[in-house]
């Protein structure tokens, strides 16, 4: 289901928060798959790093890409974000994250 532009403007002002604004951080309970390494960053033809991917993710966001409210399974209710983009060699990149006491988690970043 589209979010809407109240989200859109709270996941985009979180990921380009800095790093106080977003984590990545993996648990039994709220699984993570953040494999930024593995997709080509477009502006400098080399694998993303951590701060490249967020820029990418909010330069999406804010481009107007289509952003996506699920039911996560884990944790059991909550809602996470999906949307998709192609990185630097063609390849489609699956984004999911998730809000959470004030930051932007990253869930998921990687080819697929």
């Not at 984004?95 to 959470?100: A, H, I, P, T």
């Amino acid at each position: 289901m589209p979010v809407s532009d109240a989200v859109k403007t709270e996941l985009l002002r979180l990921c380009t928060g800095g790093r106080r604004d977003r984590i990545v951080e993996f648990s039994r309970s709220a699984p993570v798959h953040w494999n930024v390494f593995e997709a080509i960053d477009p502006e400098t033809a080399e694998p993303y790093t951590e701060d490249a991917a967020w820029n990418r993710i909010a330069a999406e966001i804010a481009g107007g890409c289509a952003v996506n409210a699920i039911v996560l399974d884990k944790p059991p209710g909550k809602t996470g974000y999906v949307l998709h983009f192609t990185d630097g060699v063609g390849e489609r990149i699956y984004v999911k994250l998730q809000l959470g006491s004030g930051k932007v988690i990253g869930r998921s970043f990687h080819i697929g």
